[in-house]
T-cell receptor, first 113, second 119 residues
Framework: GAGVSQTPSNKVTEKGKYVELRCDPISGHTALYWYRQSLGQGPEFLIYFQGTGAADDSGLPNDRFFAVRPEGSVSTLKIQRTERGDSAVYLC???????????FGQGTRLTVV | AQTVTQSQPEMSVQEAETVTLSCTYDTSESDYYLFWYKQPPSRQMILVIRQEAYKQQNATENRFSVNFQKAAKSFSLKISDSQLGDAAMYFCAYRSADAGGTSYGKLTFGQGTILTVHP
């Protein structure tokens, strides 16, 4: 596709449920990033992939959060046992390499009720 | 760890006037990149301008320019001839250029400045 695509655009889930957020990067981009943006704040880094492997997952807040990128393209961010504090916009970005410009998707707004 | 601080939660400007958004950062690295991103209500982050720390010349991109003061660790954004479409949240961001470092690849963002443009 022409840009980074994230689905769903919005997700409402109940506390304790499991959710998956999908990111489809720009074709050919080897680096993929996940960020979390709480209301009124700047995005915070969660994890970044170089190809299929997680090059840096130091931003994942706890073991309820997990991300995969099995074929080096689409990535899924998985959140288990969601909590109300997980409510935020989850942004995905991709870049040709990890030293070039990152292009962002429009994010998924997750609301945990 | 690197930190980025934007001390202006909100700024406003009249259409066609000039406004400057402030950003300071803290790092022990000598080689890095600095960015300004614009985030409209659509949520998509759009790159406005980029500065390489090793370049002394300030980056410019049409109506957007920066004042990069490396010693002071300051990186302000100047928007000239402001337009209604410039209204958005603006984020300053830092990225390490050290491929062997622990913070390579990821962006560290400031808290953002909401810019309002009055007609």
């Amino acid at each position: 596709g022409a840009g980074v695509s994230q689905t769903p655009s919005n997700k409402v889930t109940e506390k304790g449920k499991y959710v998956e957020l999908r990111c489809d990067p720009i074709s050919g981009h080897t680096a993929l990033y996940w960020y979390r943006q709480s209301l009124g704040q700047g995005p915070e880094f969660l994890i970044y992939f170089q190809g299929t492997g997680a090059a840096d997952d130091s931003g994942l807040p706890n073991d309820r959060f997990f991300a995969v990128r099995p074929e080096g393209s689409v990535s899924t961010l998985k959140i288990q046992r969601t909590e109300r504090g997980d409510s935020a916009v989850y942004l995905c970005a991709s870049s040709l390499r990890d030293d070039t410009e990152a292009f962002f998707g429009q994010g998924t707004r997750l609301t945990v009720v | 760890a690197q930190t980025v601080t934007q001390s202006q939660p909100e700024m406003s400007v009249q259409e066609a006037e000039t406004v400057t958004l402030s950003c300071t950062y803290d790092t022990s690295e000598s080689d890095y990149y600095l960015f300004w991103y614009k985030q409209p209500p659509s949520r998509q982050m759009i790159l406005v301008i980029r500065q390489e720390a090793y370049k002394q010349q300030n980056a410019t991109e049409n109506r957007f320019s920066v004042n990069f003061q490396k010693a002071a660790k300051s990186f302000s954004l100047k928007i000239s001839d402001s337009q209604l479409g410039d209204a958005a949240m603006y984020f300053c961001a830092y990225r390490s250029a050290d491929a062997g470092g622990t913070s390579y690849g990821k962006l560290t963002f400031g808290q953002g400045t909401i810019l309002t443009v009055h007609p």
